[in-house]
């Protein structure tokens, strides 16, 4: 049966709750009038969640530079001469400390990222330690390590993971122009292991790689049609690193931007929508935007993994000129 093009068509099978999705129907989202598909998102937004309320992640590079992959957009690839600099795996004392310093600034959930193609199962065991510390403190924990083998998933739960996130990043079909050293599929295969070992799924992506409205609104899909929807969705827009064959593309139209956010809202309304990298280049009305188009979460704290996030003096401010709570 063809979707109708604003409204997902309830899927027969196996449940009734579950919805398909068309590319067609993301596009048709997209194509829409920017002030109707705002309000769309919006009246979405608000059967499911509270819109004055943001749920911020504070995240640290546990382990940076070096990877072996070739990520075209990653200051963290060893095949890409970029000013970021190798660091071996964080002692835990530094990351509960920066953690701890995360809690007492407002933030509810700790995200600690490493730049591996996967964890060796020796690396694992120092992050499960790393978890099970940080979730002593009593915050939210999320991981973003790569790639997983059979049995890390179920490691990670056991030491108290809340989240994992592991992008698609892009459209399968666009996905071999930007990382060739593994596949759209390898990332599916760590989210189904993450999904069967009870873990919080976090993936999302990143836009303003080159890809088509098209290949956006496919990543949509993509996400919004996985057995279940992850629970989290970061709507990365690409911060250009010199030295990566990225570095120097073309602005995406804001925008395209705040559509992507509304599209991703309208087609996964039970699922945070996180604005992700990029706020720096951001105003604070073109984030007020997007929170309006449905994000309600983001990254709070001065750095992201190798690049500048907006600092939390400017955030506080902003939660408080919106009437935005913090969760
Ligand atoms: N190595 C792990 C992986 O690739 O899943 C974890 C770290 S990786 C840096 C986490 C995510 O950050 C990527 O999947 C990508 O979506 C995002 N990211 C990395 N560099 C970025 C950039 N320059 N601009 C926007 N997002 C970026
Ligand atoms: C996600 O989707 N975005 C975050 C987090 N997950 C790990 C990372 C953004 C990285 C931006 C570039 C950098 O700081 O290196
Ligand atoms: Fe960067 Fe992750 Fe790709 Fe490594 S796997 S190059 S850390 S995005």
């Known amino acids: 049966m063809q979707a109708s093009p604003l409204v997902a068509v309830p899927f027969a099978a196996p449940s009734a709750s579950v919805t398909r999705w068309t590319v067609g129907d993301v596009l048709a989202l997209y194509d829409m009038p920017l002030m109707d598909l705002i309000w769309k998102a919006q009246g979405v937004h608000r059967q499911h969640f509270d819109a004055n309320a943001i749920q911020r992640s504070t995240l ?59 964890p060796k199962d020796s690396d694992l065991d120092r992050v499960l330690e790393m978890v099970r510390e940080v979730k002593a403190l009593g915050m939210q924990t999320c991981v973003t390590l790569g790639m997983l083998k059979d049995g890390q998933a179920d490691k990670l739960k056991e030491a108290g993971l809340d989240y994992y996130n592991h992008n698609l990043d892009t459209d399968k079909e666009f996905y071999g122009q930007v990382i060739k050293t593994h596949t759209h599929d390898d990332r599916l295969d760590t989210l189904e292991q993450v999904r069967e070992a009870g873990i919080n799924v ?114 506080d401010r902003l939660f408080a000129r919106l009437g935005v709570k913090a969760v």
């Not at 070739?70 to 071996?88: F, I, L, V």
């Not at 835990?92 to 193609?117: N, Q, T």
């Open 60 to 118: 640290l590079s546990v382990k940076t530079g070096g990877c072996s992959e070739d990520c075209s957009y990653c200051s963290q690839s060893a095949r890409y001469d970029t000013e970021t600099e190798r660091e071996r795996l964080m002692p835990i004392d530094e990351v509960v400390a920066a953690a701890k310093a995360a809690k007492a600034k407002g933030a509810s959930r700790f995200c600690m990222g490493a730049a591996w193609k996967g």
């Open 202 to 315: 976090c993936s999302g992506g990143i836009i303003g790689m080159g890809e088509s409205r098209k290949n956006r609104a496919a990543l949509i899909v993509q996400l919004a049609n996985l057995p279940k929807p992850p629970e989290s969705v970061p709507i990365n827009n690409l911060v250009p690193i010199p030295g990566t064959p990225l570095a120097d593309k073309p602005r995406l139209d804001p925008f395209e931007f705040v559509r992507t956010i509304a599209a991703a809202r309208i087609a996964m309304p039970t699922s945070w929508v996180r604005l992700s990298a990029g706020r720096q280049e951001m105003s604070d009305e073109l984030q007020t935007l997007c929170f309006l188009a449905g994000a309600n979460s983001m990254f709070y704290g001065d750095r992201l993994l190798t690049t500048d996030n907006p600092d939390i003096d400017r955030d």
